[in-house]
C-alpha cells in the first residue's frame, strides 16, 4: 500500500518554474516506478513523465520534453517535478501516480494503483 501527496503547485506567470513534489508512504517506495499526470479543465488526464523505481530511467511526454525533469530521493520517499520554460497550456492539475517496478515505464494512467490528490498549477500569460 502507497499513500502519496503532492504539492508545490501554484499560480505563475509563462516563462517561470515550479517544483512538485510527491511523497509517498510506505517502506517499499524504492520498488515502485513513479508516474506524473496532468488533468486540464475539459480535457482528459495525459501521461506527463514517468521514472522507474531506481531513477535509472525516465520517459516523457513530447510536450514537456526539455522543459521539465522528473527525479525521485529513495531515501526521502518523494519523487519530484521540475517545471521550467512554463506555458498556459501547462496549466491542470497534477497528479503523481505509482506502480510496481517493470520492465519499462508505462504511459496509461489505467496501469498506476495508486494516486494522490493532486496540485493545482496555473500559468498565466
Known amino acids: 500500500q502507497v499513500q502519496l501527496v503532492e504539492s508545490g503547485g501554484g499560480l505563475v506567470q509563462a516563462g517561470d518554474s515550479l517544483r512538485l513534489s510527491c511523497a509517498a508512504s510506505?517502506?517499499?517506495?524504492?520498488?515502485?516506478?513513479m508516474g506524473w499526470f496532468r488533468q486540464a479543465p475539459g480535457k482528459e488526464r495525459e501521461f506527463v513523465a514517468g521514472?522507474?523505481?531506481?531513477?535509472?530511467?525516465?520517459r516523457y511526454a513530447d510536450s514537456v520534453k526539455g522543459r521539465f525533469t522528473i527525479s525521485r530521493d529513495n531515501a526521502k520517499n518523494t519523487v519530484y517535478l521540475q517545471l521550467n520554460s512554463l506555458k498556459p497550456e501547462d496549466t491542470a492539475v497534477y497528479y503523481c501516480?505509482?506502480?510496481?517496478?517493470?520492465?519499462?515505464?508505462?504511459?496509461?494512467?489505467?496501469?498506476?494503483?495508486?494516486w494522490g490528490q493532486g496540485t493545482q498549477v496555473i500559468v498565466s500569460s
Open positions: 510506505g517502506r517499499s517506495f524504492s520498488t515502485y516506478d
Open positions: 521514472i522507474s523505481w531506481s531513477g535509472g530511467t525516465t
Open positions: 501516480a505509482a506502480r510496481p517496478g517493470s520492465i519499462y515505464i508505462r504511459s496509461q494512467g489505467s496501469e498506476y494503483g495508486y
